[in-house]
């Protein structure tokens, strides 16, 4: 879960998942389920906290798709 006060980085890896790391640890885990949450290395990747306790992550594939996921 976001940790509330813990800044956290998003990246798109080179196997084609978005990662996230926690300054707290900075230890990369994959965001998501699936594996190609994202599409591609190197993609656009956003994420915003609308709900307390939660993160969005969105990100653009190769196709030009738009992919998103949570985690809480």
């Known amino acids: ?20 790391a926690s300054f707290a640890d900075g230890v990369w885990r994959q965001v998501g389920s699936k594996p190609n949450t994202s599409g591609e290395s190197g993609g656009h990747v956003a994420a915003t906290c609308r709900v307390p306790g939660q993160a969005e992550v969105f ?14």
Do not use: N
């Open 59 to 72: 990100a653009d594939t190769a196709d030009g798709s738009l992919r998103w996921t949570w985690w809480s």
């Open 1 to 20: 879960m976001p940790d509330p006060g813990v800044a956290w980085a998003l990246t798109s890896g080179v196997d084609g998942t978005v990662r996230s």
